[in-house]
């Protein structure tokens, strides 16, 4: 099977089992070669490790004992960080080689904790061995011994991992398939959609355009476009509607193989009509748009704003003059589409009078909710 679904989410097969089966084996004969004479205890972690386990020993050719203990860190698709406790960790443990056996490590803290409980109880020796490691989320400050292979953050069910309980009996691991989403930003001209998008852009895995930067880097290329466009732009006119749209179909093709978890629109839809231009491109991507972000800025703030940016960035249409007939623009244009929003439950308002950051937390807390 190449794709299961559990619930209301669907997975994509990431490892098969004869290469789970070679990761697995891989795991044993490091084990092998390291033990060789001695008698290892292996203690795996439950739920997860039961397959890994099972598989690993049949692979293992010293004499060795296995034993389970249970510690759950995980609900849902996200790891919360929090540990319950250890249930049955109460074998004699003295003089012992110890190999905690995990399914998966990820960030880790499920083994910190579990070696910390094994700090005071006079083991020979500890080890540890992970069928997968996720180098992406790993918070420890302990050494893994053995690791299977390393994989990226997607969350995985099949061979032991889960999806709320169910999908541990599948022979092969799947991984979540993500559905890639779009957001936007919109404000009057200087409310700081730029500021603010450059920030989200490091924090979050998400894929940009600024119509505004593109159309700019046109004009600063010479193009037939950059050439059509340049007057509107220095003037503080909106370009036609079509121009900036093969712009964002452009743009959502590449975005889509990409691999990023959403897409930032910042500066458009600008118009009534690219709102549901953008509508028609989304729906033949299969891409659901999930929130319009306003930055609301009082006008007498922009003005300033933007003579400030006119000193420091040069931009053709930043001075006072052009950024009356910007924010008549946004005023007639721009605006009927924050209503558009509005009325689909998708508008967000942000204030965007303050410091940075603590307008861009504000931003932060709407993106972590919708995306
Ligand atoms: P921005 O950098 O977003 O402030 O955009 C600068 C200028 O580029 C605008 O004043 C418009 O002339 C043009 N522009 C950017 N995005 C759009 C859009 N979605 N529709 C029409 N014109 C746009």
Known sequence: ?????????????????????????????????????????????????????????????????ISFVKVSSYSGTKSTEHINQLIGFDIPLTGRDVIITEDII?????????????????????????????????????KIDFIGKSIPNDFIIGYGFDYNGYGRNYKNIYQLKTQLTAFALTGAPGAGKGTQAEILRQKYNIGYISTGDALRSEIAAGTELGKQVSGLINNGQLVPDDVVLSIIVNFMKKAKESGVESVLLDGFPRTLRQAEMLDGVLKKEDVPFVGMINIVVDEQVLADRISKRAEKDHRADDDLETLKKRLDEYHTKTVPIVEYYRRQNKLYEVNGVGAIEDINKEICKIVDEII
């Open 1 to 65: 099977m190449d794709t299961v679904t559990i619930e209301d989410k669907t997975f994509n097969v990431y490892m098969r089992e004869d290469e789970i089966q070679s990761a697995v084996k891989k795991v044993a004969s490091e084990i092998n070669e390291r033990y060789k004479g001695k008698k290892p205890l292996f203690l795996g972690i439950l739920n997860g490790a039961f397959m890994f386990a099972a598989d690993l020993l049949k692979n293992i050719n010293l004499d060795c004992q």
């Open 106 to 142: 990820d960030t880790g803290l499920t083994i910190e904790y579990v070696l910390q409980q094994l700090k005071n109880m006079n083991v020979a020796s500890v080890a540890v061995a992970t069928l997968l490691f996720k180098p992406g989320s790993f918070k420890g400050t302990y």
